[in-house]
Nanobody, 116 residues
Framework: QVQLVESGGGLVQPGGSSGLSCEAS????????MGWYRQAPGKQRELVAD???????NYADSVKGRFTISGDNAKRTVYLQMNSLKPEDTAVYYC??????????WGQGTQVTVSS
């Protein structure tokens, strides 16, 4: 059974930094890509950043230059380093993994709150 286990997040002051990680387990199939999405109250879930198994990355315009996504294929883990955080970055952050043959799976979400 595929599981995506997220860690990190919490309360951060504006201008601060935080990091998220997400480890995929429970399947022998390889992973095509992993990414982070977020959903703020009353808003739709949106892409934050994603990364392919080959290392190609994609970022939302709102986080470019502030967030960095990275991955470790051997550990089947994706990371999101978030710097210069703003109150508008407050949301539940979800990890997503696309597996060959299996399709898409989501993590349970982790709260990031940017507030003084």
């Amino acid at each position: 059974q595929v599981q995506l286990v997220e860690s990190g997040g919490g309360l951060v002051q504006p201008g601060g930094s935080s990091g998220l990680s997400c480890e995929a387990s429970g399947s022998a199939f390889s992973i095509k890509a992993m990414g982070w999405y977020r959903q703020a109250p009353g808003k739709q879930r949106e892409l934050v950043a994603d990364i392919t198994s080959g290392g190609s990355t994609n970022y939302a315009d709102s986080v470019k230059g502030r967030f960095t996504i990275s991955g470790d294929n051997a550990k089947r883990t994706v990371y999101l380093q978030m710097n210069s955080l703003k109150p508008e970055d407050t949301a539940v952050y979800y990890c997503k993994a696309i597996f060959h043959a299996l399709g898409t799976y989501w993590g349970q979400g982790t709260q990031v709150t940017v507030s003084s």
